[in-house]
């Protein structure tokens, strides 16, 4: 008779199911995990320390860069801190903009787990149909910031500018017909409004098609039902937030429990699962889908009633508008200051969290009054769930632990910063 | 902002439990709510097990451990003078760090935790100030929090800070065979090695960086007048 020993496996760093580039040592019993031990860091740029050697506004770019599929959420809890301990108020129409594109961010990013984690497990279509939605919301920050994916749009005293009038459309290309390109533009036509009210009315509709692909079936079903179970007390022992601890029950979201900008005012539920396996995760996210597409169809109605400025009339914070600039002197220094220097932020400590589609971002941000920040901490959400793979995938077995970096929806960038 | 209106009244209760349990307790709200306590690292250990088994405090949640380094606290590149509601003023000549604005004169890293009671929606800050004699050492909070695993594996790779009774206290973020604590103030932004392929011994080789460390804007504390109460900024202009 001969024994099985057990062996260790290297898993990734480029392997496609890793997420990047995640590497784990596999400590296995045959198929059996008995222990994961991630080798993280690959990633790392030192974000944080970057971030001290630069003036407060020229780091928002690198916050676009750490969960670099949910751009803007991340923005949002760096200018809020910085907003915090400057003491300023915003406008409203900011504020509104703020929420419309952090839940337009929240479908972009579980459009793309979606698709991701469905592909680990298999199902590839999935993969497709999910990328054909995003590319809608990729070209709304486009419109509004000039960029796809790094929107840099957030800034301390509300957004960078307004949304524009007119959406841009698909020119003639050789390999489309004039009709197929006339098709492409149909919903182009108006605003960058009538462009996300279009997308609104149809994505209910997207959604219930990955469920009619997902939902019931049978494969899915057995890939994901009981993997990776995580107890309400566990889950909030090991630091978990987001759709991880709603997965296991405690409901707990921090637009509602610790509401920031206009969530107060707007109609949304927030899922919770009961199991805490990878299914009940699966279902709290596609939930979360539709109810942000709520939170987005009530954003727009506001803003299409409601114009107004969408940043700070102080040009010490916000720059001042070109036109200013060319008979007022004062606002030219301002801007010169302003791009040179920067503003300085007076002393003190502040802790600002967002609600990520990940789960709590949070910055913790120390200033001794000068133009940079003294210290930057970033609190990523994927971080702390990243931490309990071992403990969630002991016992499982390789394809299940897949499932189970799926399921926690990590993202480096975040992860390493 | 509302989120300053709605906190008006945020943590005062918290503060009173804390100061109730703990006569002795260094608590402080801040204007904006929040509720911080500076603690000696000794009884970090004691104090964060009754915060979060106590049904009074109940901090199911370890949200973030992180640590800072206040060697260079108020140091500037430029000494300047003031800024106004209208107007700056110009640069007078090399920067100084003014000793009193350190928050505390003698050691150098303060290691902070976030606490969150989900049940009671509350959020804590813990701050420990580590002694400037000895190594630096605090306790491992990876009995009491899960979480505080990673956490502490973080702030000892990137700040040296050990932590007493971690079962496993290896880097997490750095390079294999890393030398350094690259987030110590005195670390250089542009680190010590650069790595490239040298193609004569036919691997991948570490050398000392070749790049220049060069300030592109340089750090400067304003008097600014609209914060007539912040810390260094209250230096007074001179007119020299």
Known sequence: MTDIQSYTMNFGPQHPAAHGVLRLVLEMDGEVIRKVDPHIGLLHRATEKLAESKPFNQSIGYMDRLDYVSMMANEHAYVLAIERLLGIEIPVRARYIRVLFDELTRITNHLLWLGSHALDIGAMSVFLYAFREREDIMDMYEAVSGARLHATYYRPGGVHADLPDRMPQHGPSRWRSKREQAERNRNRAGSLIDFIRDFTKRLPGRVDEFENLLTDNRIWKQRTVGIGVVSPERALQLGFSGPMLRGSGVAWDLRRTRPYEVYPDLEFEIPVGRAGDCYDRYLVRIEEMRQSNRIVSQCLDWLVAHPGPVILDDYKIAPPPRTVMKHDMEALIHHFKLFTEGYTVPAGETYAAVEHPKGEFGIYLVSDGANKPYRLKIRAAGFAHLAALDEMARGHMIPDLVAIIGTQDIVFGEIDR | ?240
């Open chain 2, 1 to 240: 902002m509302d989120m300053t209106d709605g906190f008006a009244d945020e943590g005062r209760e918290l503060c009173d439990a804390i100061q109730a349990c703990w006569p002795e307790a260094h608590v402080s709200r801040s204007a904006l709510g929040e509720t911080t306590w500076s603690l000696a690292p000794d009884t970090l250990l004691s104090v964060a097990r009754i915060l979060q088994a106590d049904s009074r405090f109940s901090f199911e949640q370890l949200m973030d451990v992180t640590a800072v380094d206040y060697l260079a606290y108020g140091k500037e590149d430029w000494v300047t003078e003031m800024a106004t509601a209208t107007g700056f003023s110009r640069a007078r000549g090399e920067g100084h760090q003014d000793p009193a604005v350190r928050p505390r004169l003698d050691g150098r890293f303060e290691v902070v935790y976030h606490l969150l009671s989900v049940s009671r929606n509350e959020r804590l800050r813990l701050k420990v100030f580590l002694p400037p004699e000895g190594p630096p050492l605090v306790p491992s909070l990876t009995g009491i929090w899960a979480s505080a695993d990673w956490f502490e594996r973080e702030v000892f790779d990137l700040f040296g800070i050990l932590f007493d009774g971690h079962p496993d206290l290896r880097r997490i973020l750095t390079d294999y065979g890393f030398i350094g604590h690259p987030f110590r103030k005195d670390f250089p932004l542009s680190g010590e090695v650069e790595v490239r392929y040298d193609p004569e011994s036919g691997r991948v080789v570490y050398e000392p960086v070749s790049i220049t460390p060069r300030t592109l804007v340089p750090r400067v504390i304003r008097n600014d007048a609209r914060y007539p109460s912040t810390g260094p900024g209250k230096k007074e202009p001179s007119h020299d």
